[in-house]
Nanobody, 120 residues
Framework: QVQLVESGGGLVQPGGSLRLSCAAS????????MGWYRQAPGKQRELVAT???????NYEDSVKGRFTIARDNAKNTVYLQMNSLKPEDTAVYYC??????????????WGQGTLVTVSS
């Protein structure tokens, strides 16, 4: 019904930048919030950043000032610009779409994940 397709992960040196993208496709009327979560090896999945359809943002403390989340509502796409990357940012990053509304009612959808590795 609804799919999230992520792109933009990869290997980057400390201090470098990456931009993640996530596009939602399917029978979508509206999406309330979209966001990014990450899971490092041996750790629980944690919130990185979220953005509502109205543009309200929320960031995890460790990424404030370094990461920027943005959204194109017309394209049902969310972006995560990551600057000043640190080794501790290494994780699988997952896109999330919360309260996706369509003919099916409301759904929460997750992407398949994209690996970000910060290493010299």
């Amino acid at each position: 019904q609804v799919q999230l397709v992520e792109s933009g992960g990869g290997l980057v040196q400390p201090g470098g930048s990456l931009r993640l993208s996530c596009a939602a496709s399917g029978s979508i009327i509206s999406i309330n919030a979209m966001g990014w979560y990450r899971q490092a090896p041996g750790k629980q999945r944690e919130l990185v950043a979220t953005i509502t359809s109205g543009g309200r943002t929320n960031y995890e403390d460790s990424v404030k000032g370094r990461f920027t989340i943005a959204r194109d509502n017309a394209k049902n796409t969310v972006y995560l610009q990551m600057n000043s990357l640190k080794p501790e940012d290494t994780a699988v990053y997952y896109c999330n779409a919360n309260r996706v509304f369509g003919p099916y009612g409301y759904l929460e959808v997750w992407g398949q994940g994209t690996l970000v590795t910060v290493s010299s």
